[in-house]
């Protein structure tokens, strides 16, 4: 999630906790920064341990699988839940220690995970064993999100621009270069968040205010500046055809024209908003840094907020099938005891 070194550590951050999140979406980079072409692999994977102490790990995306709630974090833990988050587990089988960042699924049964190093992960058993589908150990870009159309086609993003399409259900990939912005020297802008509207329309949601978008499932993208200079780690489209985006310093921007204009609404909070995700019924949940926790019943018009008195970091948040948020944090599951 966070941007380039520079704008991270000028960043204040309430929250040391908060600053573990930050840093750890890029704890690799450093291992690679010395490895020089066709170099032998800094790093050998290896397959993600069952451990006793999975439940508190730091948990980075989660998704629902049908009736499962799925969410992947450090180290390649990937915890399971049948109870609607009352009670987590581990998965059986996952190929990699990589944290991974994102999980998407398509239906009860397949997904997808991504994570450091560009590894792509693929599930057809609702979570319970996993498959490399792609892994560059000689990379030092990681994938920060993920998101399938079907079974088929989809799409993951991450560092520097990197922004990757398949066609085959993960089987290939292929690179998609994005357009860079007028007035801009390079195109190479962090990409957070993936995501869709009922309309066929593609966003990604990316650092110092930019939001792409496509039209026509990917094949072209627009460059918009939404004028807020913060990065954005996620965004929605809600039921009503609006988008809404949350990044750094408690920024959520609202568009109600498909991104051609966008508003920023007051969260009543400088903790950075790390997940956002609305309900059936139209009610809006974000989470983010410092324990904080946001919802709207307006379609985003007007937002409430409240904060844990353990201001741990949430990090993602996921509706459950009967439509209550189960929220994700630095330390696991935030409400399993």
């Not at 059986?92 to 992960?121: M, Q």
Request: glycine fraction near 12%.
């Amino acid at each position: 999630m966070p941007s380039h070194g520079g704008e991270m550590m000028n960043r204040k951050v309430n929250s040391f906790v908060g600053v573990v999140v930050l840093l750890s979406l890029l704890s690799l980079l450093s291992a690679y920064a010395k490895q020089h072409p066709g170099d032998s692999p800094v790093f050998k994977d290896r397959p993600a341990q069952v451990m006793p102490g999975a439940v508190k790990a730091m948990m980075l995306g989660a998704t629902m699988a049908g009736q499962r709630i799925v969410a992947v974090g450090v180290h390649g833990v990937v915890l399971l839940s049948d109870d609607q988050g009352k009670t987590f587990r581990q998965a059986k089988a996952v190929p990699t220690r990589l944290t991974l960042n994102s999980v998407t699924f398509v239906d009860n049964k397949e997904g997808w995970a991504v994570g450091h190093l560009g590894v792509v992960l693929h599930t057809v058993d609702s979570g319970e064993t996993w498959t490399i589908q792609r892994e560059d150990l000689n990379s030092d870009r990681p994938l920060f999100t993920v998101w399938f159309k079907d079974s088929k086609h989809g799409f993951a993003a991450g560092l520097w621009g990197l922004l990757l399409k398949t066609t085959n259900g993960g089987n290939s990939w292929d690179v998609v270069k994005l357009p860079i912005a007028a007035g801009a020297t390079k195109g190479d802008k962090n990409l957070y968040a993936v995501f869709a509207d009922k309309k066929g329309g593609l966003f990604i949601a990316a650092e110092r205010g930019t939001v792409f978008k496509s039209t026509d499932d990917g094949q072209t993208w627009k460059v918009i500046d939404t004028g807020y200079p913060a990065t954005l780690w996620t965004g929605v489209a809600l039921r009503n055809g609006s988008l809404v985006v949350g990044g750094l310093r408690g920024r959520i921007l609202c568009s109600e024209d498909g991104g051609e204009h966008w508003k920023e609404m007051d969260a009543g909070t400088k903790s950075s908003i790390t997940d956002i995700t609305e309900s059936s019924d139209g009610r809006i949940f974000a989470v983010g840094l410092d324990g904080v926790s946001l919802q709207s019943t307006d379609e985003c018009r007007s937002l409430s907020i409240s904060s844990r008195p353990d201001r741990v970091a949430l990090t993602a948040v996921v509706l459950n099938s009967k439509g209550v948020p189960v929220i994700f944090s630095a330390a696991g599951p935030a409400n399993v005891k």
